[in-house]
Structure formats: C-alpha cells, structure tokens
C-alpha cells in the first residue's frame, strides 16, 4: 500500500512558476514509476507527466514539453514537478499517481492516487 501526499499549488499569474510535490509513504517508493496528472472543471483527467523508477526516463504531454520539469528523489520519497511559464489553460487540479513497473501515460494504469492540489493560474 501507499500513501500520496501531494502539496504546493495555489493561485499564480501567467507566467508564473510553482513547484509541485508528491511524497510517499512506505519503504518502496523506488519500486514505482510515478505520473502527474491533473483535471480541469468539466474536463477529463488527462496525463501530464511521467518517469521512471530510477528517474532516468521521463515523458510529457505535448502541451507541457518544454515548460514542466518531473523529478524525483527517491531517498526523499517524492516526486516533482516545475511547471514554468504558466498558462490559464494549466488550471486544474493536479494528481499524483503511482504505479508498480514501468511508466505509463493512461491513467487507468496506475494503481495509487494522492488526493490532488489545486493549481489556479489567472491571466
């Protein structure tokens, strides 16, 4: 079992950056590759990023790639995301995910879920 704890969002203006993070309890977080996902009012959840056990590989949707940084540190049990250059449409509730082996992009892959942060970004 794990437990995930996102914090950090909050309202920022466009342009803005916020860091986002996700720590996990339990002794296997290593064991885990970990996603950042997030849902806008009305909206499906969509995928946002993703990386891998040791945090060699990492993946992006195409509507972050080049603004939004995954990390983790595994001695730390937490994973990261930086999300720079912050847009409107960025606004979401933003969820960590974890699943057992590789990295994924769908959602229905993962097996635990942090209960979200809100991240609001006003033009």
């Known amino acids: 079992q794990v437990q995930l704890v996102e914090s950090g969002g909050g309202l920022v203006q466009a342009g803005d950056s916020l860091r986002l993070s996700c720590t996990a309890s339990?002794?296997?977080?290593?064991?885990?590759?970990m996603g950042w996902f997030r849902q806008a009012p009305g909206k499906e959840r969509e995928f946002v990023a993703t990386i891998s056990r040791p945090g060699s590989s990492t993946y992006y949707a195409d509507s972050v790639k080049g603004r939004f940084t995954i990390s983790r540190d595994n001695a730390k049990n937490t994973v990261y995301l930086q999300m720079n250059s912050l847009r409107p449409e960025d606004t979401a509730v933003y969820y960590c995910a974890a699943r057992a082996g590789t990295t994924r992009q769908a959602a229905e892959s993962y097996d635990y879920w942090g209960q979200g942060t809100q991240v609001t970004v006003s033009s």
């Open positions: 339990g002794r296997t977080f290593s064991s885990y590759a």
